[in-house]
């Protein structure tokens, strides 16, 4: 049962509004403003001395340079503001800014594609830290106007220059598509590459590096063997195991331009059993025999994709990272080989072959 209150329906007269507002004028006197705010923060507007606040966003308000001059900024105060060590930190930055980007390509000219950065700097001890918006800034400033690394460099130079720091990095990711054509029936798809390029400067020196996911299918050498022993000694039909693979090929480039196209076709004419696009029976059948004819441990893939790389006169150092992800074992199989002191490593990102999966 419901009981109404006829005192809930009275309009309160202007004497108990007045002992109200002085028992919590009294309550105020001894409460923190923290406190104030925590009861109500409409309560700060009746209590004198506390700042009546606008609640309506100024859509004509235009700050003046003298204003802009003005407004506090933390991130570029003082080292009296840093919070822990007083260390130098090697990267900080931003990181998945996208934005298009234009790439100039061997065999397709001019492409747009969306591309995902990720741009750092080294920033000294003293310093309490950066202004982030600058990296942005300086994308915007040079993407519609360059290409590839050049976007790069001219962002990496403005924004070294603009933050006073002494080393940095930029990234940019971006997935790169070619029209591949099938094994036998005459179609062709588009694959698409995860390619990233990076700039790094350290003490002075750059480095230009281009990364390339490439997806590929491993068939296992002993798999196949033990499945022909089968047919042969006992009759028994067999099949190989085999399964998609990723290899993270990271390069230093040098001397004359090494083109997208350029690298997936060295890891292709490495490792051929490249995943496919379009596929009828004919093509379907094709990639078995293609498989048989290359069958591949991990170990065999990653010093393919080596002797490919180490023939290459635009290559300097390099790393080769690949996952073969088993179809017979509940784990992968994996193996990382490197070349030069670039990514030389005595440790590895513990997420590092998580990454190397290929989602469809």
Not at 50 to 73: C, G, I, N, Q
Not at 219 to 245: D, N, Y
Not at 314 to 326: C, K
Request: hydrophobic residues 40%; proline residues 4%; contains cysteine.
């Amino acid at each position: 049962m419901n009981i109404h209150d006829p005192e809930l329906d009275r309009k309160p007269g202007r004497d108990e509004a007045e002992a109200a507002l002085h028992l919590l004028k009294r309550w105020a006197d001894r409460a923190t403003e923290a406190d104030i705010v925590a009861l109500d923060p409409a309560v700060g507007r009746l209590l004198a001395g506390y700042p009546v606040l606008s609640r309506d966003y100024p859509e004509t308000f235009r700050p003046d340079a003298a204003y802009k001059a003005a407004m506090p900024d933390l991130q570029n105060g003082p080292s009296s503001l840093i919070v822990g060590a007083k260390q130098v930190i090697q990267h900080v930055g931003i990181s998945n800014f996208r934005l298009p980007i234009r790439y100039r390509t061997r065999d397709a000219g001019e492409v747009v594609l969306e591309t995902s950065v990720t741009g750092t700097v080294s920033l000294e001890a003293e310093k309490k830290g950066i202004n982030m918006s600058r990296i942005m800034r300086s994308f915007y400033a040079h993407s519609e106007r360059d290409f590839s690394f050049q976007v790069i460099e001219h962002a990496l130079d403005d924004y070294k220059r603009d933050l006073g720091s002494f080393d940095a990095r930029i990234q940019m990711r971006f997935s790169f598509p070619v029209k591949v054509g099938s094994l036998r029936s005459g179609l062709s798809g588009w694959q698409y590459y995860d390619i990233a390029l990076e700039l790094v400067e350290k003490a002075g020196v750059r480095k230009k590096i281009m990364h390339l996911d490439f997806v590929y299918s491993s068939t296992c050498p002993c798999s196949l063997e033990l499945s022909e022993h089968a047919r042969m000694m006992r009759g028994q039909l067999a099949t190989p195991h085999s399964q998609r693979s990723v290899a993270r090929i990271s390069v230093e480039t040098v001397g004359d331009i090494l083109w997208f196209e350029d690298l997936i076709e060295l890891a292709r004419q490495a490792v051929p059993t490249e995943t496919q696009v379009m596929v009828k029976r004919e093509d379907e059948q094709a990639f078995a025999e293609l498989n048989a004819a290359n069958p591949i441990f991990v170990e065999d893939a990653a010093r393919s994709f080596c002797a490919a790389l180490q023939a290459d006169d635009r290559i300097r150092d390099f790393r080769i990272v690949a996952s073969h992800q088993e179809s017979l074992h509940s784990h992968d199989a994996v193996s990382v080989l490197t070349e030069g002191p670039t990514f030389a490593a005595e440790s590895l990102d513990p997420r590092l072959f998580a990454s190397l999966y290929h989602v469809g």
